[in-house]
């Protein structure tokens, strides 16, 4: 099945800088990769999704990346603010007949005034 | 428009009790799914329902079993709790199980087995 990493675990930036997360995916055929922000005591929210037709998307002060020969995609964060601290997963979604998405383990955003 | 709603919110159980963690979204999804997650783990599949009818196993369904009640709701039960099972459900929906859709979650269902 797919495997998704993810890093950094915690990443801790000024508030107006920039936060970069990365993750890499390990089935080649995997064609769509979301990315969720989870608030303290709240469920996981969609961001923003890539499909593997794309290389990048982007929506205000998110984007991201992808890399499809490099198997890794990465979430970009400008202008950061304090409402942006979270835990941040990326996933991607395994292909055939039972599709499924797949968690990286998440990355703990800790922007500081 | 509620989304997808979890019961109860948090639970202490002792070793060996029994409980149903009840989920239910109103969005006329297809697909439901059950994660836990724990710290440094991320978000890992239990069981998941493509339609109505029909559930699967995912990555770690030991000790767990599901119901699709109908369209609207899929249950999580722990027969027999073990420490182990100390963790945070969060139930998902997305339309269906085919295509690229986001998911969308409920609040989760903080858990504890003394």
């Known amino acids: 099945g797919e495997n998704v990493e993810q890093h950094p675990s915690t990443l801790s930036v000024q508030e107006g800088d920039s936060a970069v997360i990365k993750c890499t995916y390990s089935?080649?055929?995997?064609?769509?990769f979301p990315w969720y922000k989870q608030e303290l005591g709240k469920g996981p929210q969609l961001i923003i999704d890539i499909r593997s037709n794309v290389g990048e998307k982007k929506d205000q002060r998110i984007a991201v990346t992808l890399n499809k020969t490099a198997k890794h995609f990465s979430l970009h964060i400008t202008e950061t603010q304090p409402e942006d601290s979270a835990v941040y997963f990326c996933a991607a979604r395994e292909t055939g007949t039972a599709s499924k998405l797949t968690f990286g383990t998440g990355t703990r955003l800790q922007v500081t005034l | 428009n509620a989304g997808v709603t979890q019961t109860p919110k948090f639970q202490v159980l002792k070793t060996g009790q029994s409980m149903t963690l009840q989920c239910a979204q109103d969005m006329n999804h297809n697909s439901m799914y059950w994660y836990r997650q724990d710290p440094g783990m991320g978000l890992r599949l239990i069981y998941y329902?493509?339609?109505?009818?029909?559930?699967d196993k995912g990555e770690v369904p030991n000790g767990y079993n599901v119901s699709r009640l109908n369209k609207r709701e899929f249950s999580l039960r722990l027969e027999s709790a073990a420490p182990s099972q100390t963790s945070v459900y969060f139930c998902?929906?997305?339309?269906?199980?085919?295509?690229?859709?986001?998911?969308?979650f409920g609040s989760g269902t903080r858990l504890t087995v003394v």
């Open positions: 998902a929906s997305t339309p269906q199980l085919q295509g690229n859709y986001g998911y969308t």
């Open positions: 329902s493509a339609s109505e009818g029909t559930t």
């Open positions: 089935d080649s055929a995997s064609n769509y």
